[in-house]
């Protein structure tokens, strides 16, 4: 077990009623806070859920109201810092934004690659086609980007970042010349920190190019003698109020949009090679199918409305265009078998039928009466997405009991 300083810069506090549209949005009615802080309800979510999985000490450091990014980032350090010298030592200072997501096992894949610096990796919040998908850290050039294991890298993004206490402790002691004062003002027990943060101009490859506050940092530590690593098994999201933005890695083939990460569609297409039929429950554009179709040698069953949800500003629909672009991503595959109705309704369509392997990743608040409906159909596995909401864990713990997980993924076997 390590001890963890999770240093959280909030730059703003969200009104209730921004909470509230956004838990609207996401269709998010079971949510109330963790923290009661005024955080976006995925990241409080994700605090508490990796507080509740026990496995590390956190002591969880909020810096609110600062605005300025090098400032508030070095105000955690001289916590930190003071902590360090003054009482129970943390091991790690984990640097967490206050607009990103994760999974609680993400800090559990950080502290196992056991390395000085290490992060993972998100995009920029915008709908700018010039920066989705696009990661906010600097690849070194032909870099390769493992899927499976960590990787150097020449600046990552700071806002989920792991860092070991001997590399804090190397760099204050090289860059001493950057420390300064707290003001009282800011009401924190440390009263001084290094701006370790502080934004640089830096050569490279022949150029003078500016590093913002994250960039200078990673290149600071490398100063010092320390290599900078990512991981891209941990999978974030970089949210924009109720809009949730992931990185593109582009070597993945699979360019469907959805929300299943590059992983967890590895291991529905490792599974689904196991089965001569699946069934899914919830298909939208067909990410996952997509995976599904190209392993099982037996039909797939796509068992979806196509409709999308009417009081969902990110799925609303018009028409047939969710299942046009269905049919264009995945009609080609021969052993596709569209169901275009409800969970339920398909569910009586199939009778006696059982199938191999059933996945259901519908409607959240549906998640108990597909469960219901289906695990009598399901022959050898069932499972699911999404089991990171708590209606869907609840939905699972009811009908199934303990069950095994993969990220966001929940599954049983029944034989």
């Known amino acids: 077990m390590a001890k963890i300083f999770l240093a959280v810069p909030q730059y703003k506090k969200l ?216 991981d891209l098994r941990v999978r974030l999201i970089h949210w924009n109020a109720e809009y949730g933005y992931t990185i593109s890695i582009e070597d993945e083939e699979n360019t469907i949009p959805g929300w299943m990460t590059a992983e967890e569609l590895d291991w529905l297409t490792s599974r689904s090679k196991e089965m001569g039929s699946v069934a899914e429950i919830g298909s939208w554009k067909g990410r996952s199918t997509f995976a599904l179709l190209s392993a099982c040698k037996g039909p797939v069953y796509a068992i979806d409305h196509f409709q999308g949800d009417p009081n969902s500003e990110r799925q609303k629909v018009v028409g047939d265009e969710v299942y046009e672009a269905f049919m264009a991503n995945v009609g080609h595959f021969p052993n596709l078998k569209v169901m275009r109705m409800s969970s339920l309704e398909a569910a009586k369509a199939m009778d006696g039928d059982r199938i191999d392997m059933v996945f259901v990743d519908g409607n959240h608040e549906a998640a108990k009466e597909d469960i219901e409906a289906w695990l009598p159909k399901t022959r050898r596995l069932i499972c699911g997405h999404d089991y990171n909401r708590e209606c869907v864990r609840r939905a699972v713990t009811e009908q199934i009991g303990e069950v095994e997980t993969f990220q966001s993924i929940w599954f049983k076997e029944l034989t």
Request: charged share 30%; hydrophobic share 35%.
């Open 15 to 230: 009104h209730d009623f921004e909470i509230e549209r956004i838990k609207k949005e996401l269709q998010m009615d079971w949510y109330e806070p963790v923290f009661k802080k005024g955080f976006h309800p995925m990241f409080d979510q994700s605090v508490g859920d990796l507080v509740n999985a026990g496995n590390h000490k956190i002591r969880i450091c909020i810096n609110t109201g600062d605005g300025n990014l090098p400032r508030a980032r070095a105000s955690s350090l001289g916590i930190w810092r003071y902590e360090y010298d003054t009482k129970d030592r943390c091991d790690y200072m984990m640097i967490v934004d206050d607009d990103l997501s994760f999974p609680p096992e993400a800090i559990d894949i950080l502290v196992n690659d056991d390395k000085p610096i290490v992060g993972g990796v998100y995009t920029f919040k915008t709908q700018n086609p010039q920066y989705t998908g696009k990661a906010c850290s600097r690849f070194y050039k032909n870099q390769i980007a493992y899927s499976d294991r960590p990787f150097e890298i020449r600046w990552l993004n700071g806002g989920f970042i792991l860092v070991k206490a001997e590399v804090l402790l190397a760099m204050i002691e090289k860059y001493g010349d950057l420390e300064y004062d707290i003001p009282e003002e800011h009401q924190v027990s440390a009263k001084k920190t290094w701006s370790l943060w502080q934004p640089r101009v830096y050569e490279c490859d022949g150029q003078r190019i500016f590093l913002g506050e994250d960039w200078a940092f990673c290149q600071r530590a490398r100063e010092t003698g320390f290599d900078i690593w990512a």
